[in-house]
């Protein structure tokens, strides 16, 4: 079966600080990975998937399959990076419907 | 525009009510969803459908039901609406293997 496991329910920062947001995942062959984000009385929507090794806003995210790791990373936070961010994996074993992680909450502080 | 729309977005009903939520895609995608979540807190799917009369129940146990006649289409019915039922409901869809999700802006339900 596969998994998503965001540990961290909340983070808080400082603006400026660097933020990364865990995600690991179960799965044993090859996932596609996904960072969906909500922000304060905004639909959910996709910030980055794993495939398109781009950055947005920012934020960039690393597919490690050795350690079955997808973490969100920005070097600088901004308030208005304050949002919800789910984690999501999506896999032929599991007919392509993905799987959502429970979210982390993320707070940047002026 | 391509958009997913979701009606109601705010409905507060008496127990024991019968609620359709509406959701409708012009996004021409074949997969639609539908999620419960709670403010800031977990999606739990609840029901999902591969195209047009296909519908499956999701990992969350539900009380509702769906039907998929048209692709465009994707309503939820609650035939008897509880407490335990109030929550905010979010419609999805996607295209084909692996590709992105886009939601709806959700609908909030109170059942009172």
Known sequence: ?110 | EADIYQTPRYLVIGTGKKITLECSQTMGHDKMYWYQQDPGMELHLIHYSYGVNSTEKGDLSSESTVSRIRTEHFPLTLESARPSHTSQYLCASSTGVGNTIYFGEGSWLTVV
């Not at chain 1, 995600?23 to 990975?33: A, D, K, R, T, V």
């Not at chain 1, 922000?39 to 398109?52: D, G």
């Not at chain 1, 969100?72 to 961010?85: I, V």
Request: glycine share 8%; hydrophobic share 30%; aromatic share 12%.
């Open chain 1, 1 to 110: 079966a596969q998994r998503v496991t965001q540990p961290e329910k909340l983070l808080s920062v400082f603006k400026g600080a660097p933020v990364e947001l865990k995600c690991n995942y179960s799965y044993s062959g090859s996932p596609e990975l996904f960072w969906y984000v909500q922000y304060s009385r905004q639909r959910l929507q996709l910030l980055l998937r794993h495939i398109s090794r781009e950055s947005i806003k920012g934020f960039t995210a690393d597919l490690n399959k050795g350690e079955t790791s997808f973490h969100l990373k920005k070097p600088f936070a901004q308030e208005e990076d304050s949002a919800m961010y789910y984690c999501a994996l999506s896999t032929s074993g599991g007919s392509y419907i993905p799987t959502f992680g429970r979210g982390t909450s993320l707070i940047v502080h002026p």
